[in-house]
């Protein structure tokens, strides 16, 4: 039997080492308006980065914050905790973070991609750590306030103090985390599994799946609503009940008749040559190819990005989903 990874609950963590602590959250985003105000209402001394303009630094102010660039955050600061764009870490850590970043300061992170790829390496005086919620701001910061937590990742990259995982305990305990569950990774496993599950299930598998089922129906001349309704409004339905109780509270609650169009069917969808290619997918995350060649975009202008973006705004099951989601008032809620 395998062994159980073990989790991290309340009293696992110490509040009391962030105190007498200033933390720099940079980027008042999702994630970042979850953590700061977490982390304030935890008792904690944070302040906000965010550039002027723009509906974030707006919202920042809306709840209380005075936000000042990362430069002036980052000096006033002992912990760092950068929540901005994959693409930009690199440059506003050589330009605002390096030049000034107090000795023996925490530098932490919610995703590894930019310590994992190379493109921030820290001073060895540091403790870089990883705290990752593993749900989005909005839920990190309603389930805090209802006196719950969403299960954070912790990972340690850089232990200078020899006190970082504690660190990274206490933040996760500040922002709710604890209150779920708090598993420890690394900023290698974090970062790799993150993009392999984003590309090849939650967002690259699960987008295609969908609209290869509907342009399937809709090419055998079935209406493009039943279509819509079959291939993508039924799958928060299902997911739902996977969520909730895994894949046999899922075949439990579906027609039997559905569950054997699984086992006949699901494995024909999936087969050995997707697999294949998923194991070609990790490679190319593992090796730094991906990285690379996002990286890449981003520098030319992110030409793919954007012409990948129109293209699936025009898919015909945009526009089916577009209209009848309008008449579902319970959906604008």
């Not at 990742?153 to 200078?160: N, R, S, T």
């Not at 024909?268 to 997707?274: K, M, V």
């Amino acid at each position: 039997m395998e062994k159980e990874a073990k989790m991290y609950y309340e009293n696992d963590a110490d509040l009391n080492l962030l105190k007498g602590k200033t933390i720099a959250v940079l980027g008042y985003g999702s994630q970042g308006h979850a953590h700061a105000l977490n982390l304030k209402d935890s008792g904690l001394n944070v302040i906000v980065a965010q550039r002027e303009g723009g509906n974030n630094y707006k919202k920042a102010v809306e709840d209380g914050w005075k936000p000042v660039s990362v430069a002036e955050a980052v000096k006033q600061a002992d912990w760092i905790h950068v929540l901005l764009p994959d693409e930009v870490q690199k440059k506003v850590w050589e330009e605002d973070i390096k030049p000034n970043i107090k000795k023996g300061a925490v530098l932490s992170f919610s995703h590894g991609f930019n310590i994992r790829f190379k493109q921030i390496v820290p001073t060895t005086d540091l403790d870089v750590v990883m705290i990752a919620p593993k749900g989005p701001g909005h839920l990190v910061r309603r389930q805090y306030e209802e006196g719950k937590g969403v299960p954070c990742l912790i990972a340690v990259e850089q232990d200078a103090s020899g006190k970082a995982k504690e660190l990274a305990l206490a933040y996760a305990k500040g922002i709710g985390g604890t209150r779920g569950g708090v598993l420890e990774t690394t900023f290698t496993e974090e970062t790799e599994t993150d993009l392999f599950g984003e590309q090849a299930v939650l967002c690259g598998g699960l987008v295609e799946l969908i609209n290869s089922g509907f342009e399937t129906l809709v090419a055998a001349g079935y209406q493009p609503e039943i279509a819509y309704f079959e291939c993508l409004h039924e799958v928060k339905l299902i997911v739902d009940l996977i969520f909730e109780g895994g894949f046999g509270k899922m075949n439990y609650s579906v027609s039997d008749t559905a569950e054997y169009g699984e086992y006949v069917t699901g494995k024909r969808i999936i087969n050995d040559s997707t697999r294949e290619e998923m194991k070609k997918v990790l490679a190319d995350i593992q090796s730094g190819k991906f990285a690379e060649g996002w990286l890449d975009e981003n520098k030319n202008g992110r030409p793919f990005f954007n012409k990948c973006r129109k293209e699936v705004s025009e898919r015909p099951i945009e526009k089916v989903g577009a209209r009848l989601r309008s008449k579902m008032s319970w959906i604008k809620k």
